[in-house]
């Protein structure tokens, strides 16, 4: 069965420093999706993105971060300088078209360590 | 944020019992609503859905109704079973791009 992939599992940076993180949608989807989840907290919507703009996003997504699509696989999101309330579990999603009855796929997520 | 809020952190149900997860929202733009589920180390799994112009939902053992005058869901899982030990999250959204996730419910189903 086809997966969203995450890498890497887990990040450990220092505060300030750039972080990327890469997700591998499912091939023939369209609308991909970045999510949070801070330890013992409710998973947070970051950003959604179609035809290679963000279609929606959340109080959130600052402009720390950016999301890309830079080639026909991957789609990563950038946090610029991390500060330690950016630690948390990043899930990436992909969904086949943008159809409610169509299923979110999640990747297995990337934990970031913001030291 | 607390658009959307699940009250129980969590439930604990016999194999076999119903288990009733609820949710509850405030936002009554909000016309898409859907149940995940979530294993340790895994992302969230996507359950079942239900739009506002619906009451409910049925896919096999798992049931969602939604009562919008109220603005609360629920999700029936009937007969539970220990597989079904995870957390479950319910999302809430105005368009199919943006939702909001609940805090969510730990269940265990004990054998």
């Known amino acids: 069965e086809p997966e969203v992939t995450q890498t890497p599992s887990h990040q450990v940076t220092q505060m300030g420093q750039e972080v990327i993180l890469r997700c591998v949608p499912i091939?023939?989807?369209?609308?991909f999706y970045w999510y949070r989840q801070i330890l013992g907290q409710k998973v947070e919507f970051l950003v959604s993105f179609y035809n290679n703009e963000i279609s929606e996003k959340s109080e959130i997504f600052d402009d720390q971060f950016s999301v890309e699509r830079p080639d026909g696989s991957n789609f990563t999101l950038k946090i610029r300088s991390t500060k330690l309330e950016d630690s948390a579990m990043y899930f990436c999603?992909?969904?086949?078209?943008?159809?409610?009855?169509?299923?979110?796929?999640f990747g297995p997520g990337t934990r970031l360590t913001v030291l | 944020d607390q658009q959307v809020k699940q009250n129980s952190p969590s439930l604990s149900v016999q194999e076999g019992r119903i288990s009733i997860l609820n949710c509850d929202y405030t936002n009554s733009m909000f016309d898409y609503f859907l149940w995940y589920k979530k294993y340790p180390a895994e992302g969230p799994t996507f359950l079942i859905s239900i739009s506002s112009i619906k009451d409910k939902n049925e896919d096999g053992r798992f049931t969602v109704f939604l009562n919008k005058s109220a603005k609360h869901l629920s999700l029936h899982i009937v007969p539970s079973q220990p597989g079904d030990s995870a957390v479950y999250f319910c999302a809430a959204g105005d368009n199919f791009n943006k939702f909001y996730f609940g805090s969510g419910t730990k269940l265990n189903v004990k054998p």
């Open positions: 999603a992909s969904r086949a078209s943008g159809g409610f009855t169509d299923t979110q796929y």
């Open positions: 091939s023939n989807h369209l609308y």
